[in-house]
């Protein structure tokens, strides 16, 4: 099985900008969930989508948003980045319905470098 | 609200030597515990996972973990450390009642000593 695909590796964009990652999950899998790692914060949950619904939302700002299509693949956009929306994007896809017994199968995630 | 600690932010071990990695969570009904291995620049891999019987999980890579529910733990263990285990490693929880979201811990860097 192909593992998780996120695309780009690596961005680097202007304050201001807008922004969309990708993430297309193991086949299979409809869960797809984002985290966003960065060294002060760690790993924070920004959404979570099942069967192009999102299930659960972290405490990010409306800035952040995401979407889930029918083949489960997703994407998450970041309007209007700020210097803190620097950060590795992290996806994560999950078998079964939920990641709580199964757990995560992950990408290797979006370098994002917002100057 | 769910949460995990994890004590050490960086243990060093000797090439060879054993290897114990702290956590501890706190949560309100029985937790569905992970562990997972983070190399740099890459994603995270699940080591081992834990939501029900026997109390000592066997993963990948050689390690295990014990699921201490008296002591609210989960720790990490492998008995011989190999150089490329050199890596941060995170502990993490998952929710009885937001499906698909995990809580994760700080992180404990490992660095192993030739």
């Known amino acids: 099985k192909a593992g998780v695909t996120q695309t780009p590796r690596y961005l680097i964009k202007t304050r201001g900008q807008q922004v969309t990652l990708s993430c297309s999950p193991i086949?299979?899998?409809?869960?797809v969930s984002w985290y966003q790692q960065t060294p002060g914060q760690g790993l924070q949950f920004l959404f979570e989508y099942f069967s192009e619904t999102q299930r659960n939302k972290g405490n990010f700002p409306g800035r952040f948003s995401g979407r889930q299509f029918s083949n489960s693949r997703s994407e998450m956009n970041v309007s209007t980045l700020e210097l803190g929306d620097s950060a590795l994007y992290l996806c994560a896809s999950s078998d079964g319905d939920s990641s709580r017994v199964y757990g995560y199968t992950f990408g290797s995630g979006t370098r994002l470098t917002v100057v | 609200a769910q949460s995990v600690t994890q004590p050490d932010i960086h243990i060093t071990v000797s090439e060879g030597a054993s290897l114990e990695l702290r956590c501890n969570y706190s949560y309100g009904a029985t937790p569905y515990l992970f562990w997972y291995v983070q190399s740099p620049g890459q994603g995270l891999q699940l080591l081992l996972k834990?939501?029900?019987?026997?109390?000592l999980v066997q993963g990948i890579k050689g390690f295990e973990a014990e699921f201490k529910r008296s002591q609210s733990s989960f720790n990490l263990r492998k008995p011989s450390v190999h150089w490329s285990d050199a890596a941060e490693y995170f502990c993490a929880v998952g929710s009885n009642t937001n499906a698909g979201k995990s809580t994760f811990g700080d992180g404990t860097t490992l660095t192993v000593k030739p």
């Open positions: 834990y939501f029900s019987g026997d109390t």
């Open positions: 086949s299979g899998h409809r869960s």
